[in-house]
C-alpha cells in the first residue's frame, strides 16, 4: 500500500514537471531560453518544451511598439540659454537575444542616451532656431538614437520633443515680442483695409464719372439724332409743299392753255408781278414798253367776258 501511494506521488510529481516544461509563447512576444546558464534558443510564437531543471526561460520580450516619456532635461544652447526639454521615444525591440545581453537596463540606456543626444544637438543651435526646428531636431536623435541602440537590438521608430520650456526671463521677452509683432500685424492690417477701401471708394466715384459721362454722351447723340429727324422731316414737308405749289401751278397754267387765253393770261400773271412788286418796299417799277398793248388786251379781254356773262343770263 505504502509503495502504491509512493508510486502515485511520483506520477504526479512527472505530470507536474512535464506540464511546467510545455510553455506557449503569445503573439508579439517571444522568449530568450538558457540552457545550463547559456544561451540556447528564442522562442517564438507557438507551442514550446523545454528540458526540466537544465533549460530556463532567461527573459520574456514584448515585440511590441513601446514608448517611453522622459522627465524634462536642462540643455545649454549655443547662446548660452538653459532650457528644459523633455521628449518622446518610440522603439520597438527586433532581437529578443541582444535585447537580453546587449545592454543591463535598456530603458535607463535609452533615456541616458536620449538626454546626451539632444544636449549635443540643442548646443549647435541658438535659442530661435531651436524654437523653430523641431522636425530637424526629431530627425536627427532618431537617426542617431536607431544606430546607437541598434547593438542593443532596439530600433527606435520615432523621437518627439513634447516641451521646450526656456526661463522666465526669456518667456517675458518673447511674450512682449510676440505683442509687439501682434500689434504691428494689426496696424498693418488696418493701414491695407483703409487702403483698399480708399482704392473702392475712387474706384467707384470713377465709375460713377465714367457712366454719367456715357449717359451724357448717349444722351446728347439721341437730342442729336431727334433734332437731325426732325430737320429731315420739316425739309420733306417744305419740299412737299413746294412741289404741290408747282404742281398746282402748273395744272392752272395747262387749264388755261387748254382754254387758249395764253396771251391774256400772261397778261395777267404781268399785272399780278407788278401788283406783288409794288406792295414791297421797292421805289422804282419799271413798266415794259409794251405796257400799252397789253393793257389793251386786258380790256378787250374783259369786255368779250362780260358780253359772254351777259349773254348767259
Not at 530568450?32 to 531543471?53: C, D, Q, S
Not at 516619456?69 to 525591440?93: A, E, L, R
Amino acid at each position: 500500500m505504502g509503495g502504491f501511494l509512493a508510486l502515485v506521488v511520483l506520477l504526479i510529481l512527472v505530470i507536474i514537471v512535464a506540464l511546467s516544461c510545455i510553455k506557449i509563447v503569445p503573439q508579439a512576444h517571444a522568449y530568450v531560453v538558457e540552457r545550463l546558464g547559456a544561451y540556447h534558443e528564442t522562442w517564438n510564437v507557438g507551442l514550446h518544451f523545454k528540458m526540466p531543471i537544465i533549460d530556463h526561460i532567461a527573459r520574456r520580450v514584448n515585440l511590441k511598439e513601446q514608448v517611453v516619456d522622459f522627465p524634462p532635461q536642462p540643455v545649454i544652447t549655443k547662446d548660452n540659454v538653459t532650457m528644459q526639454i523633455d521628449s518622446i521615444v518610440f522603439f520597438q525591440i527586433t532581437d529578443a537575444k541582444l535585447f537580453t545581453y546587449g545592454v543591463e537596463s535598456p530603458i535607463m540606456a535609452i533615456e541616458n542616451l536620449t538626454a546626451t543626444t539632444l544636449r549635443n544637438i540643442i548646443g549647435d543651435m541658438e535659442l530661435d532656431q531651436t524654437l523653430t526646428s523641431r522636425e530637424t531636431i526629431n530627425t536627427k536623435m532618431r537617426s542617431q538614437l536607431d544606430v546607437a541602440t541598434d547593438p542593443w537590438g532596439i530600433k527606435v521608430t520615432r523621437v518627439e520633443l513634447k516641451n521646450i520650456t526656456p526661463p522666465q526671463p526669456i518667456r517675458e521677452a518673447m511674450e512682449k515680442q510676440m505683442k509687439a509683432e501682434r500689434e504691428r500685424r494689426e496696424a498693418i492690417l488696418r493701414a491695407e483695409g483703409e487702403k483698399k477701401s480708399a482704392v473702392l471708394v475712387a474706384e467707384g466715384q470713377k465709375e460713377s464719372k465714367i457712366l454719367q459721362a456715357e449717359a451724357d454722351k448717349q444722351a446728347m447723340i439721341l437730342n442729336a439724332e431727334a433734332q437731325k429727324e426732325r430737320m429731315i422731316r420739316e425739309a420733306e414737308g417744305q419740299s412737299e409743299a413746294i412741289r404741290k405749289v408747282q404742281e398746282a401751278n402748273a395744272d392752272g397754267i395747262r387749264l388755261i392753255k387748254e382754254a387758249g387765253a395764253d396771251e391774256a393770261v400772261l397778261a395777267i400773271k404781268s399785272f399780278e408781278a407788278l401788283t406783288k412788286a409794288a406792295d414791297g418796299q421797292a421805289t422804282k417799277i419799271i413798266v415794259p414798253s409794251d405796257m400799252a398793248g397789253l393793257a389793251g388786251m386786258a380790256a378787250s379781254l374783259k369786255g368779250i367776258l362780260t358780253e359772254e356773262k351777259t349773254a348767259k343770263e
